[in-house]
Nanobody, 125 residues
Framework: QVQLVESGGGLVQAGGSLRLSCAAS????????MGWFRQAPGKERRFVAT??????????MYADSVKGRFTISRDNAKNTVYLQINSLKPEDTAVYYC????????????????WGQGTQVTVSS
């Protein structure tokens, strides 16, 4: 059983930055992938970024729409994953969800077994 709790969302002006956090509790494994997804109003949930610790190095993958602006990272000691978001755009407005579970980096939502409650990111123009 794993619980994920996101935090750090808010209302930000375009061009600003946010850092989202996802704290994991329960039975967690450092070598399982953790990811971020987002869902805008009336839209389907979409992949944002994922990270996996192999034991020696981190593997990451990003959606094309966020490359160069978003950075995913992990603190294994704290069981926490972060999403640094820079140069925010209005189209980044969405509920951001943290997820965990797969043993590989993947953008497929069905591969993730655990989900947080989401944190709202709203970007004004």
């Amino acid at each position: 059983q794993v619980q994920l709790v996101e935090s750090g969302g808010g209302l930000v002006q375009a061009g600003g930055s946010l850092r989202l956090s996802c704290a994991a509790s329960g039975r967690t494994f450092s070598r399982q992938a953790m990811g971020w997804f987002r869902q805008a109003p009336g839209k389907e949930r979409r992949f944002v970024a994922t990270i996996l610790w192999s034991g020696t190095t981190y593997y990451t993958m990003y959606a094309d729409s966020v490359k160069g602006r978003f950075t995913i990272s992990r603190d294994n000691a704290k069981n926490t994953v972060y999403l640094q978001i820079n140069s925010l755009k209005p189209e980044d407005t969405a509920v951001y969800y943290c997820a965990a579970g797969p043993l590989i980096t993947t953008q497929e939502p069905g591969a993730y077994d655990y989900w947080g409650q989401g944190t709202q990111v709203t970007v004004s123009s």
